[in-house]
């Protein structure tokens, strides 16, 4: 690694770190506020006479577990906190911008992989400014050029702005994703020559080597939709998973396909994985990551059996969108527009009329 290599390396580490540390600054004052309602009670006195170190962890995640939303306000940042970018394995970011569903703010995730042969983007944003933006901050930390995307997810929140890419990347796409973009593009309005069409296909994996790197782009089957890819590095174990995974955020069902939406994430978890990124909400810590997957999975069985219960008790779609009820769920974002989304796409399910 040449000097200018190891100034620019630490440089990028230093501008990743500030997100997360703004956050875990955040959890730490929770943290010491929520000490008062632990110290005294008995079993975290005793682990912090017994183990300090385990009672600093258990402080932190009751922490993170109490700012634990998509909601960027709710955990005390703002928007000139965004974009954030966090290393999460060596030359291995990830990329969190802010957008809007009616009222409520979330954020949009992409990933994008350094290396000594071009830079692998899985993920644009959801318009030609933030993805252009995007590229500038990745154009700030190497003079790499974007030579690969992956379109992990074909939905417009992770496609409309793709056309700020390089005309000459590669674009990789699973062939039911590549259906959607095509038939996208050829709808009244659309800039069809500025839109960026699939010059690759992966119907179920395909290694990538990448500047001494393996990449390996995933059908783990269908979920969020019909062609979700996942962007897997062995070596580094990390995940990408693109709209596969919301964390705290309501499963918007809009083109899923529930039941298989379980399986796959079932599949992911059987990877060997140490950070599991999703494609919105936070890229928080490894642990809470995997943790919430499995509240995530959860999540979506739950959506599956309240409208099941609604199905069999023969309560009609329109009824049953209004009266569904998701308990923790209730709370999470983006309920109120996606619940009854959800329930109609789960009847569809259960009427045998996905495609």
């Not at 020559?193 to 699939?198: F, I, L, W, Y």
């Amino acid at each position: 690694m040449t000097p200018a290599h190891r100034r620019r390396r630490a440089r990028r580490t230093s501008r990743a770190a500030r997100g997360p540390v703004a956050a875990r600054g955040i959890a730490l004052l929770v943290a010491v506020a929520l000490a008062g309602c632990f110290s005294g009670s008995g079993a975290w006195d005793d682990t912090l006479r017994s183990d300090p170190d385990e009672a600093e962890g258990s402080l932190a995640l009751a922490a993170e577990r109490y700012v634990g939303t998509a909601d960027p306000f709710a955990r005390g940042l703002t928007h000139d906190d965004f974009p954030r970018v966090k290393e999460v394995a060596p030359d291995v970011y990830s990329y969190e911008q802010l957008r809007s569903a009616g009222e409520e703010w979330f954020t949009t995730v992409s990933l994008f992989v350094v290396t000594d042969e071009g830079v692998l983007v899985a993920d644009g944003q959801g318009n030609t400014e933030e993805t252009q933006r995007m590229l500038d901050v990745i154009a700030g930390m190497t003079d790499q050029p974007v030579t690969h995307v992956v379109i992990a997810s074909d939905h417009g929140d992770h496609t409309g702005g793709n056309d700020a890419f390089p005309a000459d990347a590669r674009f990789y796409a699973h062939p039911t994703s590549a259906e959607v973009l095509g038939a996208t593009r050829a709808l009244p309005g659309v800039d069809a020559p500025a839109m960026p069409m699939p010059t690759d296909l992966v119907d179920d994996r395909l290694a990538l080597e990448l500047g001494g790197r393996t990449i390996e782009l995933l059908f783990l089957g269908r979920a969020h939709t019909g062609g979700d890819l996942a962007v897997y590095l062995p070596d580094e174990r990390v995940l990408f998973m693109s709209e596969a995974y919301l964390h705290r955020i309501f499963p918007a069902m809009r083109t899923a396909y529930p039941s298989e939406w379980v399986a796959m994430i079932e599949r992911a978890q059987a990877l060997d994985v140490a950070t599991y990124v999703p494609g919105h909400g936070f890229v928080d810590s490894p642990e809470i990551l995997e943790r919430e997957l499995e509240r995530f999975r959860r999540a979506v069985i739950t959506v599956i059996d309240e409208a099941t219960r609604l199905h069999e008790a023969g309560v009609p779609l329109e009824q049953a969108m209004q009266e569904a009820h998701f308990g923790e769920l209730e709370t999470w974002s983006l309920r109120s527009s996606q619940g009854p989304r959800a329930v109609q796409q789960v009847y569809a399910e259960l009427n045998g009329e996905l495609r």
